[in-house]
């Protein structure tokens, strides 16, 4: 079963503009993580973020972490034509190193 | 990434064909996945091994089977493929050493008739 939920399944934006995506989850975690994924192609890691963390930066990307609201956002600055992709957010991790991967977000940057 | 290979990429099969995927990496990692996706479905865990002599089902196992050959070498079978099987299937890695981010293989298309 999911324990991630990405929101929202699709977004649409012009270059220049930011995207963020949300990302809910159910029970308590280790950390999470975001991933990319450019069409029929394999995942890459983007950030992992700690339960002991609020907030992330990496380039163009800022994550957060709101463990009481099981929540996290991932947004991308001055979004570009080549962001186009699906984003995935997975949680767990820890002892069993297992993850739990969302259904995805779906960013399409328009030039 | 190029460290974690799959053969086939794409591959095309009949129903009631026994098939196997592999997949190959040169990372060092003790950690092996491998997950189906589906549109709409995101990923979904078939199996992981956390070395050689260690293998766990995840929450689709039925109807597939592993084997570790080696640390570097994870098989995914399919005994009797069925339609509902096309997929896109991947491997991923992990370390246990450095932690829980797992990286993937560029993915095989199944196709089952």
């Known amino acids: 079963s999911q324990q991630g939920e990405e929101d929202p399944q699709a977004l649409s934006i012009q270059e220049g503009e930011n995207a963020t995506m949300n990302c809910s989850y159910k029970t308590s975690i280790n950390n999470l993580q975001w991933y990319r994924q450019n069409s029929g192609r394999g995942l890459v890691h983007l950030i992992l973020?700690?339960?002991?963390?609020r907030e992330k930066h990496s380039g163009r990307l800022r994550v957060t972490l709101d463990t009481s609201k099981k929540s996290s956002s991932l947004l991308i600055t001055a979004s570009r034509a080549a962001d186009t992709a699906s984003y995935f957010c997975a949680t767990g991790g820890g002892s069993n190193y297992k993850l739990t991967f969302g259904k995805g977000t779906l960013l399409t940057v328009n030039p | 990434d190029a460290d974690v290979t799959q053969t086939p990429r794409n591959r095309i099969t009949k129903t009631g064909k026994r098939i196997m995927l592999e997949c190959s990496q040169t990372k060092g990692h003790d950690r092996m996945y491998w997950y189906r996706q589906d549109p709409g479905l995101g990923l979904r865990l078939i199996y992981y091994?956390?070395?050689?002599?260690?293998?766990n089902k995840g929450e689709i196992s039925d109807g597939y089977s592993v084997s570790r050959q080696a640390q570097a070498k994870f098989s995914l079978s399919l005994e009797s493929a069925i339609p509902n099987q096309t997929a896109l299937y991947f491997c991923?890695?992990?370390?246990?050493?450095?932690?829980?981010?797992?990286?993937f293989g560029p993915g095989t298309r199944l196709t089952v008739l």
């Open positions: 091994s956390f070395d050689v002599k260690d293998i």
């Open positions: 973020i700690r339960s002991n963390e």
């Open positions: 991923a890695t992990s370390d246990r050493t450095v932690g829980d981010t797992q990286y």
